[in-house]
C-alpha cells in the first residue's frame, strides 16, 4: 500500500508585476507588494501605518480583468494578479496628476524648507510631464499660519493627501486638525480657538510630502545636503524610540523617526523630536565646579575621589551613597555600579528615584515585548498614564485596541490616554489595586462574582493568547506595595507576561548593569559574586539602601557622601521635605550633571557630563532590548562621558578600570552579565532592532543590518516615508563570550506577601494621586526653547461631585494640605475621576511632591477655599 504526503497549504498568493511573479500575503495592498518587490508606484497619499484612502490618484496602475485605472494603495492583491505599472495610459495618468497638483502649487523651492528632499519634487521628475501649461494666477493664502507651539502651515503648497489628518485622527487619537471649505478652496486648518496641541504633532511635518507643514525650530535652518545623519535611539523616556539625528556645523538640528517594527513604527513625541535643544542651552555646566568655582578637571576630579576615600575610610563604605544612573548609557551604568560596588564597597546605590518599583520585580518577571501587545488575549494597565509617562507606548497600545480589537483591562480610577479605548475599567482607588488583582484572579479562575470584574475575567478567558500586564508606577502618592501585591497576583494567571512601564530614559539599562541595591549586572542577586569576580575587587557582602533608605539615613547623620549621576532627588523624589532635608545634611554632595538644579546647588564638586547625541553606546528599553545611541557632535564644553568619569575617580581610589574605548565598556559588561552572555559590541551595533536581554534566549531573533550606516536617499529614504533600516541576515548561534546564562540562576520574582492595610477615609479629605506629566520641568523641556512654552501648569484636579459637597467653586484657587506641606493652586473639575480622589501633577513649584509623605501609604489631603 502506498501512502501519500499531506501537501502543504499555501498561505500566499502569486501575483504579477511588470512580468515578475513574486508571492505575497493575501489581502496585502497592491502598492505595499510591488514596493517590496522592488518596483515602486509613486504615491503621495498612502502610508504603510495607516489606512489606504485613494487620494491623490498617483498610484494609479493597470490591472488585468479590471476596468479603468485602479489605484495600487487600495487594491488587495489575490490569487493570479497580473498588474502593469508602465504602461502609456498609466504613465499618462501620472502626467495628468502631477499637472493638476501643481496648478496651484507655488514655485518656491529654493525657500521651502523641503527643498532638496521632497517628493512632489522627485516624482515630478521621474514620473511628470518635462513643461506646465498652466499660465493663470495660482492661489494665494496668508502664510505661515502657526496651528501649534512648533509646527508651521503653508496652505499654498497643500496637495490635500491627509497623511497629516488622518495620522491625527488615526494614529495620534487627536483629531485637531481637518480639512474645510471645498473646491479649490480646500484647506488643511485647526479648529477656532482649539491649536493643534497634540503630543505628537512633530509627525504631521515628518510625514508630509510637500512643504506645507514645518517644523518650527527646523524651519530655515539647513538644507538636507548641509547635514550629516546617524541612526541613535531616543532618551527622553525608556520606549526609546528610533531615530535618525542630524547635524549641521556641530549642532544639533533635527531628529527624524525611524519606522522600527519592533518598537516605534516610525513615530516620535514632540518631546523626544524637539527634547534635543537642551543640549546646546547656554545654561549648560560646561566645566567642572569646586565649592562653586571653575576648577580643572584633575582638581574636581581629586576633591571627589579625597571625599570618597575619606568617607570610606573614616564611617565605612555604607556612609557612601549613590543616586540616579536611569539618563546615561549601560557603558555609564555599569561604570558607576563597578565603581560603588566594586572600588568603594558599597551597595547604596539605586538609578529609581523613589518614582519606580522594586528593582527585583522588574528584572524577576517574564518580559513582554512591545510587538507582543498586538496579538495578546488581553492588554492589562497597571501603570500611569501612558500618553503622559510612555507616548509612543501609548500609541502602540491604542492601535491593538483600536486595529487590532485587544482587550484594554484598567486598574486606574483616574481619565487617562486610553480611557475611551478600555473594555473594562476595575477603577481601583489608591492602594486597593492589589485587592482588586486578587478578585481579578480568583473570578478568572473559577469564582463567583459580579459586574466589572466577571465580565473582565470572562473576557480574559475568552481569548487565546499571551496576557500582557503594562506595569508602572500609577501613583506616586501611595508606596509601591499596592501594586506589587497586584503584580503577586497577576502573576498566578497562565500564559502572563509582564511590560515594564518605568519611564526614565535609561533605567532598565541602569539596573540591567546592577544600579540597585542586592543586584549586580546581567539579572543576578549580589549572591552570584562569582560573575564580577574576574573584574571587580570588592564585592558588598549584604543588600543596601535604595533612595528612600538613602535619604532617610542621611537625615540621620549615616551618609557622609551622596553622589548624584543626573539626580535631582529635591525635585523628582515623590516627597520633597524629607529629600530637601536629607540632601541639606550630606556634608559631601558630588553631582555629575549637565545643569544646575535644586540639588546640585548643595554640591561641593559639580562634573559636566556629556549628553545625548554627544555620546556613543547602548542603552536598555523597557522591553530589555539593547539598542545603540550613536555621537553626532562634539561635546559641548569639557564635559566628560559618565563611564570616563567614573573611570577616573576609580584611577585615583587605586583601581586602574583599563578602559579606553566604550565598545571596551559594553565588552566587559557583557562578559560579566549573565543575562548579556553571547552579545557583544559588535553585535549590539549592527543587530537593526537591537537584541533582548538575556541576549541567549533571544539570539535567533537577531536581525542584522545590511551595512552599519543609515542612508536617507531613494523613495524609501526621504523623510516623509517610513525611514527603514533593512536587515540582510539572521544570527542563528550564539558565540562564546565570557559568562554563559546557564553557569548562574538569573533573578526570578517570587511573588513576595506583600499585604496593604489602608488607612480609615476621612469623610473631608481626598485621596491623592500624583501623577507624571510629559511637558514636566526637567531640564529637557524648560532648557529646550520648542518645549519651554508648553510646560505642564499644576492644577488640582477633583470630581466635581466633591467640589460641590466640599463648596468650592471650579476654576477657583484653593488652599490644599496634607500632613506634610500645603500651598495655594487653581482647583479644576474633571470628568472621569472617581470621587473622593484628588489628582496633582508632581514636579517642581505647587506640585504633588510637596503635599507626599514617602512613609504613608496613602496620602490624603483637605481643600479648602481660600477666605
Known amino acids: 500500500m502506498t501512502t501519500t504526503e499531506p501537501q502543504s497549504t499555501k498561505t500566499t498568493v502569486s501575483v504579477t508585476i511588470d512580468g515578475n511573479t513574486v508571492e505575497a500575503i493575501p489581502g496585502e495592498m497592491l502598492i505595499k507588494v510591488a514596493q517590496e518587490n522592488g518596483v515602486y508606484i509613486p504615491r503621495f497619499c498612502w502610508h504603510e501605518r495607516m489606512k489606504p484612502v485613494g487620494m491623490c490618484r498617483m498610484c494609479l496602475v493597470e490591472v488585468d480583468g479590471i476596468r479603468g485605472l485602479p489605484p495600487a494603495c487600495t487594491m488587495p492583491v489575490a490569487e493570479g494578479m497580473v498588474c502593469h505599472t508602465e504602461t502609456p495610459a498609466v504613465k499618462q495618468a501620472q502626467d495628468d496628476i502631477l499637472e493638476f497638483l501643481l496648478v496651484n502649487h507655488p514655485l518656491d523651492c529654493p525657500v521651502c524648507d523641503r527643498g532638496g528632499e521632497c517628493p512632489l519634487q522627485d516624482t515630478t521628475l521621474a514620473f511628470g510631464p518635462g513643461e506646465s501649461r498652466f499660465v493663470e494666477e495660482k492661489r494665494h493664502f496668508e502664510k505661515p499660519i502657526p496651528i501649534s507651539n512648533v509646527v508651521l502651515l503653508d496652505r499654498e503648497r497643500c496637495i490635500q493627501c491627509a497623511r497629516c489628518t488622518r495620522f491625527a485622527d488615526e494614529i495620534a487619537g487627536d483629531p485637531l486638525i481637518s480639512f474645510v471649505d471645498r473646491g479649490g478652496h480646500t484647506q488643511v486648518l485647526n479648529h477656532p480657538n482649539h491649536p493643534f496641541a497634540s503630543y505628537f504633532s512633530g509627525n504631521v511635518v515628518q510625514i508630509c510630502p510637500v512643504g506645507a507643514l514645518t517644523a518650527k525650530p527646523y524651519r530655515f535652518r539647513a538644507r538636507p545636503w548641509d547635514l550629516a545623519t546617524v541612526e541613535t535611539s531616543c532618551t527622553q523616556c525608556s520606549v526609546q524610540c528610533r531615530g535618525a539625528l542630524q547635524s549641521s556645523s556641530n549642532r544639533l538640528v533635527r531628529l527624524l523617526g525611524i519606522d522600527s517594527n519592533a518598537v516605534n513604527h516610525g513615530w516620535l513625541c514632540d518631546k523626544g523630536r524637539y527634547g534635543f535643544e537642551y543640549v546646546h542651552s547656554d545654561d549648560r555646566i560646561r566645566e567642572p565646579l569646586l565649592n562653586g568655582a571653575i576648577a580643572s578637571w584633575p582638581q574636581a576630579l581629586d576633591a571627589a575621589a579625597d571625599a570618597l576615600r575619606s568617607a570610606r575610610d573614616l564611617h565605612g563604605a555604607e556612609s557612601i551613597g549613590f543616586i540616579g544612573g536611569a539618563r546615561g548609557t549601560n557603558e555609564d551604568a555599569y561604570a558607576w555600579s563597578r565603581l560603588a560596588k566594586g572600588v568603594l564597597g558599597t551597595d547604596n546605590v539605586d538609578a529609581q528615584l523613589g518614582d519606580g518599583l522594586p528593582a527585583e520585580l522588574i528584572l524577576g518577571v517574564e518580559r513582554a515585548s512591545i510587538a507582543e501587545c498586538d496579538s495578546a488575549a488581553a492588554i492589562v494597565l497597571l501603570a500611569p498614564d501612558l500618553k503622559e509617562a510612555l507616548p509612543v507606548l501609548h500609541l502602540r497600545l491604542r492601535r491593538a485596541a483600536l486595529d487590532l480589537r485587544v482587550p484594554l483591562i484598567d486598574f486606574s480610577c483616574a481619565p487617562h490616554g486610553l480611557s475611551s479605548e478600555v473594555t473594562h475599567a476595575l477603577a481601583a482607588a489608591p492602594g486597593e489595586q492589589g485587592a482588586r488583582a486578587e478578585q481579578l484572579v480568583a473570578a478568572v479562575n473559577g469564582a463567583s462574582s459580579d459586574g466589572v470584574i466577571a465580565a473582565a475575567a470572562a473576557t480574559m478567558k475568552a481569548r487565546a493568547g499571551t496576557i500582557v500586564v503594562v506595569l508602572g508606577r500609577a501613583n506616586l502618592a501611595e508606596r509601591s506595595d499596592a501594586t506589587v501585591q497586584a503584580v503577586a497576583a497577576l502573576a498566578q494567571l497562565p500564559n502572563v507576561k509582564f511590560l515594564s512601564a518605568l519611564r526614565r530614559g535609561n533605567v532598565h539599562g541602569a539596573l540591567e548593569a546592577g544600579l540597585a541595591p542586592g543586584i549586580l549586572p546581567g539579572r543576578v542577586t549580589i549572591e552570584y559574586r562569582d560573575a564580577v569576580a574576574a573584574k571587580w575587587s570588592a564585592i558588598p557582602e549584604a543588600p543596601g539602601l535604595d533612595t528612600e533608605a538613602m535619604l532617610r539615613a542621611a537625615l540621620e547623620g549615616k551618609i557622609k557622601a551622596l553622589v548624584l549621576i543626573g539626580a535631582d532627588p529635591i525635585a523628582d523624589f515623590p516627597d520633597r521635605a524629607l529629600a530637601e532635608a536629607a540632601v541639606r545634611a550630606v556634608p559631601t554632595v558630588i553631582a555629575i550633571d549637565g545643569f544646575h538644579n535644586e540639588s546640585t546647588q548643595r554640591a561641593k564638586v559639580v562634573l559636566p557630563a556629556t549628553m545625548f547625541g554627544e555620546k556613543s553606546g547602548t542603552i536598555t528599553n523597557l522591553e530589555g532590548r539593547i539598542q545603540r545611541v550613536n555621537q553626532k557632535v562634539s561635546p559641548d564644553g569639557l564635559a566628560m562621558d559618565d563611564w570616563r568619569i567614573a573611570s577616573e575617580l576609580a584611577f585615583r581610589l587605586g583601581h586602574d578600570f583599563d578602559l579606553e574605548t566604550v565598545d571596551e565598556v559594553t565588552n566587559e559588561l557583557v562578559s560579566v552579565a549573565p543575562a548579556l552572555a553571547g552579545g557583544s559590541a559588535q553585535l549590539f551595533r549592527s543587530a537593526r532592532d537591537g537584541v533582548r536581554i538575556p541576549v541567549a534566549q533571544h539570539h535567533a531573533e537577531v536581525q542584522l543590518r545590511k551595512g552599519l550606516g543609515l542612508t536617507l536617499d531613494g523613495p524609501d529614504g526621504v523623510s516623509w516615508e517610513p525611514i527603514k533600516v533593512e536587515a540582510e541576515i539572521t544570527v542563528e548561534s550564539v558565540p562564546e563570550n565570557g559568562n554563559t546564562q546557564d553557569a548562574f540562576a538569573l533573578l526570578r520574582w517570587d511573588g513576595g506577601s506583600v499585604r496593604v492595610d489602608l488607612p480609615g477615609r476621612d469623610a473631608y479629605a481626598l485621596r491623592l494621586i500624583g501623577s507624571v506629566s510629559l511637558y514636566d520641568h526637567g531640564s529637557a523641556v524648560s532648557e529646550s526653547p520648542s518645549l519651554v512654552g508648553l510646560r505642564t501648569v499644576p492644577k488640582l484636579l477633583v470630581a466635581a461631585a466633591d467640589l460641590q459637597r466640599l463648596g468650592v467653586p471650579n476654576g477657583t484657587e484653593v488652599h490644599v494640605a496634607?500632613?506634610?506641606?500645603?500651598?495655594?493652586?487653581?482647583?479644576?473639575?474633571?470628568?472621569?475621576?472617581?470621587?473622593?480622589?484628588?489628582?496633582?501633577?508632581?514636579?517642581?513649584?505647587?506640585?504633588?511632591?510637596?503635599?507626599?509623605?514617602?512613609?504613608?501609604?496613602?496620602?490624603?489631603?483637605r481643600v479648602e477655599t481660600i477666605r
Open 818 to 861: 496634607s500632613a506634610n506641606g500645603a500651598f495655594n493652586i487653581v482647583v479644576q473639575a474633571i470628568k472621569g475621576l472617581q470621587p473622593g480622589v484628588a489628582q496633582l501633577a508632581a514636579g517642581s513649584g505647587n506640585a504633588a511632591n510637596a503635599l507626599i509623605d514617602a512613609a504613608a501609604v496613602v496620602n490624603d489631603v
